[in-house]
């Protein structure tokens, strides 16, 4: 069952290098952060960063970045992941 973070079950729609267990283990952010040769699924489904210039204000790695929660980047303090809120 996927819980609200799509945790519980593979969102690859093709073929994936990453074992099914940890596939229904991780975020749903994380597995569509993944490139699809490694893991895929499909176009258009990768989750965006809120930091500003598509991520580079930021210190985290971009598949962090896609994977957090929007909640818990704009949590971050902006010298460390800037989303340009105050």
């Given at each position: 069952?996927?819980?609200?973070?799509?945790?519980?079950?593979?969102h690859?729609?093709?073929?994936?290098?990453?074992?099914?267990?940890?596939?229904?283990?991780?975020?749903?952010?994380?597995?569509?952060?993944?490139?699809?040769?490694?893991?895929?699924?499909?176009?258009?489904?990768?989750?965006?960063?809120?930091?500003?210039?598509?991520?580079?204000?930021?210190?985290?790695?971009?598949?962090?970045?896609?994977?957090?929660?929007?909640?818990?980047?704009?949590?971050?303090p902006?010298?460390?992941?800037?989303?340009?809120?105050?």
């Amino acid at each position: 069952m996927e819980n609200l973070q799509g945790q519980g079950v593979s969102h690859a729609v093709g073929g994936s290098k990453v074992p099914k267990a940890a596939q229904e283990k991780v975020p749903q952010g994380l597995e569509e952060s993944l490139p699809n040769k490694v893991h895929d699924t499909g176009p258009g489904t990768g989750r965006q960063t809120h930091a500003l210039n598509e991520g580079e204000d930021s210190m985290l790695p971009k598949g962090l970045q896609k994977a957090a929660p929007e909640k818990l980047e704009r949590a971050l303090p902006n010298k460390i992941h800037n989303t340009g809120d105050e």
